[in-house]
């Protein structure tokens, strides 16, 4: 499992890990039943506190994403679509309010933004 944190982001350490095992779940690449590595196996190999990890796999544990049995680490969940499409849709929705915010902030009227949403929808 190869997963990359970037220190100077302004996005925390925590939630780059929990994004990208998402990312890997969705992907297929991180499939059901399959085991993430330890804690420290993980705090290891980033060089960040086992705090930092334990707080993702938390995350991903509440978000139904993962399944911790103690003494024996953490595994994906069973795919839950239901989850995991509401996840997807979580993500186009924050895209297209960023995009939103940059035509607004350089001075385009909500009206043509919507023009351009449906001109583009139109594809």
Known sequence: MQIIVNSSLMVPIYE??????KTL????KLE????????RSLSKDLKISALTVKKAYDTLETEGFTITVHGKGTY???????ALFEEQK????????M???????IGIDDEDIKKLFDLIMEG
Do not use: F, W, Y
Request: no cysteine.
């Open 16 to 21: 780059q890990i929990v994004e990208q095992i």
């Open 25 to 28: 779940i969705r992907d297929g």
């Open 32 to 39: 059901e039943n399959s085991v993430l590595p330890s804690v």
């Open 76 to 82: 994906v969940a069973p795919t839950n679509t239901e």
């Open 90 to 97: 979580k993500e186009v929705e924050k895209d297209l309010e």
């Open 99 to 105: 995009a939103i915010q940059k035509g607004r902030r």
